[in-house]
């Protein structure tokens, strides 16, 4: 299984590549690397002001390839289905209200 690393130094970084919308959480990871829609993969997340990560097991449900119109960065979208450490509770808290913003994210 792959693994991915994904370091969010603040809450903006974080709020553009959380994937709100997916029922269990998830997040954009920026890569170069060729992803499959299903796969499986490792995710080992540091988020903001947190010194250790946490590691989440999940599928790529959402791929922007390289040179994408949209001109955002080349990644996959990663939903959780095994979070131990219940990341995406943390990562709602963390951005709290806004979630409700309209400012645009990696995926949307």
């Not at 994937?19 to 890569?31: C, D």
Request: glycine share 8%; net charge negative.
């Amino acid at each position: 299984m792959q693994e991915l690393l994904i370091d969010l130094q603040d809450l903006d970084e974080l709020y553009r590549c959380y994937m709100a919308t997916l029922k269990q959480g998830g997040l954009f990871v920026k890569s170069n690397a060729r992803f499959e829609l299903g796969q499986s993969v490792t995710l080992r997340v540091t988020l903001p002001d947190e010194l250790e990560d946490h590691q989440i097991v999940g599928k790529v449900v959402w791929i922007t390839p390289q040179g994408a119109q949209n001109s955002n960065p080349p990644g996959a979208g990663v939903s959780f289905v095994e979070d131990p450490d219940r990341v995406n509770d943390r990562i709602i808290k963390q951005l709290g209200t806004s979630l409700n913003s309209d400012k645009p994210t990696y995926t949307m």
